[in-house]
């Protein structure tokens, strides 16, 4: 089964001295790229939070939100920085005095200037705390994977609709290529006889234009390139996983050949199915970029 990049995961669980929220949102990216959001006290655990995440999904692009609460009143000691205050004390008396305006700096404005308060709390055990984070993460990419799994089974469907439509193109495609060097031939044949209507046409010279143009406009070779990606794309598509990458490649060598049929045939009928299957490719292309 395929997963769809785009995702939306919640978890959140309850411990004997902490609350922990954890969201996962992803979208659509080329690469993996992770990015987590956690407050400063708890920046040691961001190693193993992207490492866990990059266990169970290989693409996309990822914000990860970490809110850990404490639940349990914890010892905590609060202290000033008495000669920090005393050095704002003594430039605002100084500021004062040399421009006469009034000193009005008061407690309230100390306390909310960094540093000047600082608030202690005892030890955090680092393992305990990552093991119940990591729980809490595995809780909720795994709702976020569900969601991916769904979306990729929508995607998959339309996929394999359109990859039929193009086999199925392809296969016109082949019908008529064996007719277009025919055709040519009658056609050619007909314009040598009105433009040298008395004179004798050496059956030579039509034999040898019509295998310069066979040649010339030989799609075989890009036929049986296109049935083998296509068999080997929907192999990739049924066996499932993290598969977008290998699909992607496969979808621009179905392209390239399709332009080079497009290119070589010099065919109205054949060119109007190149058009269609192109139509197609691209839509499965912009599918692909969806999936993992």
């Known amino acids: 089964m395929i997963r769809s990049m785009t995702g939306f995961g919640r978890a959140q669980r309850a411990f004997s001295k902490h609350s922990i929220t954890i969201e996962i949102k992803s979208v659509n990216n080329r690469y993996f790229d992770c990015f987590i959001r956690l407050g400063r006290a708890y920046i040691f655990l961001e190693d193993a939070i992207k490492s866990q995440i990059q266990s169970v999904i290989s693409r996309g692009k990822l914000d990860v939100f970490v809110t850990v609460e404490k639940t349990e009143a914890a010892e905590s000691h609060v202290s000033c920085n008495k000669s920090l205050v005393a050095n704002y004390v003594e430039i605002m008396k100084g500021i004062s005095e040399e421009f006469e305006i009034p000193n009005i700096f008061s407690t309230s404005d100390l306390l909310r200037i960094p540093e000047v308060i600082t608030a202690e709390r005892g030890d955090e055990d680092e393992e305990e705390l990552k093991s119940q984070v990591i729980q809490t993460l595995d809780a909720a990419a795994e709702e976020l994977l569900s969601m991916s799994k769904r979306e990729g089974e929508r995607i998959e469907a339309d996929i394999t609709g359109r990859i039929q439509a193009v086999l199925a193109l392809v296969h016109k495609i082949k019908e008529r290529a064996p007719k277009i060097i025919r055709e040519y031939k009658g056609k050619f044949t007909k314009r040598l006889e009105d433009a040298l209507k008395n004179v004798t046409i050496e059956p030579e010279r039509i034999l040898t234009e019509v295998a310069i143009f066979a040649d010339r406009s030989n799609i075989d070779e890009e036929i049986v390139r296109l049935l083998s ?64």
């Open 229 to 292: 990606h296509i068999e080997e794309f929907r192999k990739i598509l049924k066996k499932g996983g993290a598969v977008g990458k290998k699909l992607d490649f496969l979808i621009q060598e179905l392209n390239r050949e399709t332009n080079t049929i497009g290119s070589k045939a010099n065919d109205v009928a054949v060119t109007r199915m190149v058009v269609d299957l192109k139509a197609e490719i691209e839509k499965i292309r912009e599918q692909i970029q969806n999936i993992e």
